[in-house]
Nanobody
Framework: QVQLVESGGGLVQAGGSLRLSCAAS????????MGWFRQAPGKEREFVAG???????YYGDPAKGRFSISRDNVKNMVYLQMNSLKVEDTAVYFC????????????????WGQGTQVTVSS
């Protein structure tokens, strides 16, 4: 069992930065791919970034060149550093854990966090 709790969302102006954090509980954290998804009003949830148990990073189109994912396996934390934020990045951001790559259409997400709101103003 893994529980995920996000924090760090808020209101920021376009061009600004935010760092989201995800605290994971459970002894099996090390075995999971971790990642971030987001969902804007009226839109489907989309993949943002992922990181394997070994630390390999991979990104969805919204994140490439602007966001960076990392994990601390000692603290059981996952982070998403978001730079050069745009109004279209406004969404609820969710932390996720799964047994394999989270970016593929057939992905399996075993655990979700409750989400944290990110609002980017113009």
């Amino acid at each position: 069992q893994v529980q995920l709790v996000e924090s760090g969302g808020g209101l920021v102006q376009a061009g600004g930065s935010l760092r989201l954090s995800c605290a994971a509980s459970g002894r099996t954290f090390l075995s999971y791919n971790m990642g971030w998804f987001r969902q804007a009003p009226g839109k489907e949830r989309e993949f943002v970034a992922g990181i394997t148990a070994g630390g390999s990073r991979y990104y969805g189109d919204p994140a490439k060149g602007r966001f960076s994912i990392s994990r601390d396996n000692v603290k059981n934390m996952v982070y998403l550093q978001m730079n050069s934020l745009k109004v279209e990045d406004t969404a609820v951001y969710f932390c996720a854990a799964g047994p394999s790559y989270l970016s593929t259409p057939g992905r399996v997400v075993e655990y979700w966090g409750q989400g944290t709101q990110v609002t980017v103003s113009s």
